[in-house]
């Protein structure tokens, strides 16, 4: 999940859970699969579109990963945006969310001020909720979010239930 300025960000996530799973799926069981709006979900009309991709893809995912820089993401009629959206329904199914905040430069005359602002204040307002993670590049991102995955599927692994009828 994440808005629109942190293209590099998506990729990279996306590479680290290919690497993490070349190097884990043996041996853990798991099988990470990056899902994105853009490709898991289909042109439907009924509804706001963030609850079609609610309905279509956020759902049927088990964890999320977050990304941000410099923006929150556009209202959904329901949230400040399609993310901090995807976010609160992760926290209210307990399913793992790891969120990750760029520090890298920016040009201060080229951003959006309310979304920066915006974007403050939901840092803020689930600083109580868990952990948050920060990096300068995305090399850093990639590095940190690897060793982090295994950290959060351990957890996963440990307090997973598995009901058998015999």
Not at 23 to 30: C, D, E, R
Request: charged fraction near 25%; hydrophobic fraction near 35%; glycine fraction near 4%.
């Amino acid at each position: 999940a994440s808005p629109s300025d942190v293209p590099e960000e998506r990729e990279a996530i996306t590479e680290s859970l290919y690497e993490w799973n070349a190097l884990n799926s043996q041996t853990t069981g798991f099988v990470l699969l990056p899902v994105r709006w853009e490709s898991h979900s289909a042109p439907t009309m009924g509804d706001r579109p963030q609850g079609i991709i609610n309905n279509q893809v956020v759902r049927n995912c088990d964890m999320l990963i977050g990304a941000f820089w410099t923006r929150l993401g556009s209202p959904t009629g329901v949230e400040e945006s399609g993310t901090v959206e995807e976010i609160k329904w992760f926290l209210k199914q307990q399913k793992p969310v790891m969120l990750y905040y760029s520090k890298k430069q920016v040009d201060l005359d080229l951003i959006d001020t309310q979304q920066l602002e915006k974007l403050k204040e939901f840092k803020k307002s689930i600083r109580d909720k868990g952990i948050q993670e920060q990096y300068t590049n995305v090399d850093e991102l990639k590095m940190k979010l690897s060793r982090q995955l295994t950290i959060v599927l351990r957890e996963v692994s440990v307090n997973t239930v598995v009901d058998v009828k015999a």
